[in-house]
């Protein structure tokens, strides 16, 4: 966790709807340089894999303990263990339908104990930091609502990241930051904040399929991008604009972080170029295994041609976000990718802040954010070679940016 530190330049003093003052950091306009050579600590996976352990299928997530030891999920169906040199520690999990057994797991997260949920087929599935299946976690989800559904499965994809032990946020696939409990039997999803919706994207999705397949699809949408912070709290942002907010452990917003970085008008390379990944995200929603059921692959059908239509059709906003991705780091800092020029617009600059509001400075070489921060300045990168095979690349931070 990161030290207590001043902020450089403080702004005014606002008052939130409870009544208690809400600071504003202006940051610096200018980039300020950073050096960060990445040293690589190991490699998984390629067509050059020795042992058959090392051989991937698809890796979607992954997650460090405070050990630095690495669990990454290789469906279809289990999780590999690593110390911090890349040797092999063991694997979790194996396909079936009993406790610690999975289906189609989607995600995994490491809880700051060392516990590891696999999020598979709407339950959470927790394991002891020894890798024996604990319990799991269910949740309920009513089939014909399409906003239960959407929950859960954009909870799947952003991976309910532990905001503490215990607890886990993800987003709501609309404009909300939700809240899960993980101690029960039962997960209780709660609102834990309520992000900025943009004018005329109000309630466009409001719960049934009729609503979601007649809604309009906008375009260039001011993302709600998010991580958790140490203590409970997240650092979020909801606007096309450079403001990172941050939260206190019980969703209030404490502070706001903003640079004098300008959106860019939208060109017309812009939109069809939103248009082409939003296209192939639908490619990448199909289901090659054959494990959905018959049932969920006929509404995914019918959604994923509603959803083709209303990607022709789209609407845009007038301007580009500036930013792209948040990420927290293990010690607490704040990573903020800004828009790269299409078509990479994952590979633009990333400026490192501390959450009370110092900018250390930009790292500006056309870097991807990692995939997760680990104790001791490791980081994860889930890649593809030259031969579409996975790779798990680990590298090591140089201080002063973890």
Known sequence: MTRTLLPACLGALLIAPDGRAQETVELPREDRPLAAQLVEVYRIGSVDAVAEWQVLGTVPAAGFDEAGNLY???????????????????????????????????????????????????????FGADGVFERTVSVRVD???????????????????????????????IRKIMRTDLSSEEARIDTFVEAWAPPGTEGVVSGSVADVMSGALWGLEPPLVFDALPGGRVAFSDSSAYAIKVTGPSGELLRVLRRP???????????????????????????????????????????????????????????????????????????????????????GPIDVLTPDGRYLGTLDQGMRMPDEFGPDGLVVFLERDEFDVPVVVVKRLPPGIR
Not at 80 to 85: I, L
Not at 144 to 170: E, K, L, T, Y
Not at 324 to 342: D, I, K, S, Y
């Open 143 to 173: 089939g014909s609502d399409i906003s239960d559904v959407g929950a859960f499965v954009r909870a799947a994809s952003f991976g309910a990241r532990p905001a503490r032990d215990g607890a886990a946020i993800f987003s709501d696939g």
């Open 261 to 347: 970085i300008d959106p860019e008008p939208a060109t017309d390379r812009a939109r069809q170029a939103e248009k082409d990944r939003e296209l192939a995200k639908l490619g990448l929603a199909r289901d090659p295994s054959g494990r959905v059921p018959p049932n969920i692959q006929a509404l995914a059908g019918v959604f994923r041609a509603a959803h083709t239509r209303a990607i022709e059709n789209m609407q845009f906003f007038p301007e580009v976000p500036v930013l792209h991705a948040l990420r927290t780091t293990w010690e607490g800092n704040l990573w903020v990718q800004r828009r790269g020029e299409e078509p990479d617009v994952d590979r």
């Open 72 to 126: 990454f999920l290789d469906a279809p169906a289990r999780v590999v263990v690593v110390d911090p040199g890349g040797s092999f520690l063991g694997q979790i999990g194996r396909p079936g339908e009993g406790p610690g057994e999975f289906r189609r797991p989607e995600q995994l997260d490491v809880l700051p104990s060392g516990r590891i949920v696999v999020t598979d087929s709407f339950v959470f599935q927790i």
